[in-house]
């Protein structure tokens, strides 16, 4: 299908059996963003065998394979299409690994909208209960 905007890719996402990362990444643009969007949508992983994915997902959740190794690229998508239960397995690990990521907790802590009830650090003015905007206080 080519390339996707983002607002079109998620469902895309989820309706993938398996999600990979395939050979296209290296050891300078090794970006962990797509693995952790995977992750967040428990989705067993096919990716390349490198470091920087390593620090974020292990074998429970994905299958692993050497750059430019097609056939193990193919072994691991072929084993996940063949057993729905280790696909189940792989996608539930991958979600409990991508929760207990500091990263993740960071982006998800980051991307919480500011609560209503509590005035914005950077707002010059706070709302009273009638509504009305009150200066700050020192």
């Given amino acids: 299908t080519g390339q996707l905007p983002q607002e079109r890719s998620a469902a895309?996402?989820?309706s993938a059996d398996v999600l990979a990362i395939p050979d296209t990444v290296t050891g300078m643009t090794?970006?962990?963003l797509k693995l952790f969007e995977y992750m967040a949508a428990a989705k067993p992983i096919?990716?390349?065998d490198m470091p920087a994915l390593r620090e974020i997902?292990?074998?429970?959740?994905?299958h692993f394979f050497t750059g430019g190794d097609v056939?193990?690229?193919v072994q691991g998508l072929r084993m996940l299409r063949q057993d729905p239960s280790l696909r189940d397995r792989m996608g539930k690990a991958a979600r409990a690994q991508s929760a207990r990521s500091p990263i993740t907790r960071r982006s998800r802590a980051?991307?919480?909208p500011a609560r209503r009830d509590t005035p914005?650090?950077?707002s010059p003015a706070s709302t009273t209960s009638s509504g009305t905007a009150s200066p700050p206080t020192a």
């Fill in 71 to 73: 056939d193990r690229l």
């Fill in 110 to 112: 980051s991307a919480r």
């Fill in 12 to 14: 895309y996402v989820q």
């Fill in 30 to 32: 090794a970006s962990p």
């Fill in 57 to 62: 997902v292990d074998e429970t959740a994905a």
């Fill in 46 to 48: 096919v990716c390349k």
């Fill in 120 to 122: 914005s650090r950077c």
